[in-house]
């Protein structure tokens, strides 16, 4: 997938590969299908103040193979990626617990709604922007 591929680092303690947002269900199923990644560990998000960034991390438990971590940067005032949810089931949770923290939408979701704060929360804690909320439906937010 040389056309999807914006950067390897394979050396350190974290190598990973950042792809295009656009291809990152083909290369995950190239990870699973001929790496052989049969289980997606972990999807997380960060906060580069400038964009946002999706991590995913898989590892081959039949195969032996470590982690592979794949990742996709998106812009930051309109941070959406395509789904993982309906090629890994294990993705569902991850996208939704990386959608309630960090805003990022994750196109194609099934169910994508906040799973850790109530749905009419507002902002995402875990953008660098947030500003905490002094009173919540009358509980104050400042202790």
């Known amino acids: 997938m040389p056309d999807a591929v914006e950067e390897i680092v394979d050396e350190g303690t ?31 998000g960060v906060d580069h103040a400038d964009r946002m960034e999706v991590v995913y991390h898989f590892c081959g438990i039949r195969a032996g193979t470590g982690f592979m ?36 939408r994750f196109d194609g979701h099934p169910h994508l709604f906040r799973i850790l704060l109530p749905e009419d929360w507002v902002g995402h804690p875990l953008r660098k922007d947030y500003e905490m909320p002094t009173e919540y439906h009358g509980i104050d937010c400042t202790e």
């Open 69 to 104: 971590c794949l990742k996709v940067t998106t812009p930051r005032d309109d941070a959406v990626v395509p789904s993982l949810a309906n090629e890994w089931r294990a993705a569902n949770w991850g996208e939704r617990e990386t959608f309630d923290m960090f805003g990022i």
């Open 14 to 44: 974290h190598p990973f590969i950042r792809v295009k947002a656009e291809s990152i269900v083909e290369a995950a199923r190239v990870l699973r299908d001929e790496c052989g990644a049969d289980m997606l560990h972990q999807i997380s």
